[in-house]
């Protein structure tokens, strides 16, 4: 069983999730858990940073897909931070930058031009 720690902070313009481990159908109830709490607050932006998240599967990837479709109907955004590179490559194969946004350096927040 693969171990996730997350962490939420308060930021602007929405608040920060913070992952580190590893993410997979093990835990992603765990995650999913953490985001429908921060979607139930009504935010509009939420940025996760993945940093410290050495794996991701599909499973976890999905569950962040979700929860940035649900932002984008708000007219918010998810934008993740930093992923690995093995992250970042499944994360282009998977199309995934159309629903999210992904940076690697936090210069521009969400909602904001880059």
């Known amino acids: 069983m693969s171990t996730l720690h997350a962490s939420v902070a308060a930021a602007e313009p929405g608040p920060l999730i913070v992952l580190s481990g590893e993410a997979d159908i093990t835990n992603t109830p765990q995650l999913s858990e953490l985001l429908d709490g921060q979607l139930a607050s009504g935010t509009q932006y939420l940025t996760v940073d993945v940093t410290g998240l050495s794996f991701a599967d599909t499973s976890s990837i999905r569950t962040l897909l979700l929860a940035a479709r649900t932002l984008r109907q708000r007219g918010g955004d998810l934008v993740l931070l930093r992923p690995q590179p093995a992250l970042a ?8 930058q159309q629903l999210l946004a992904i940076r690697d350096e936090t210069e521009a927040a969400p909602g904001t031009e880059p």
């Open 89 to 96: 490559r499944m994360l282009e194969i998977l199309g995934a």
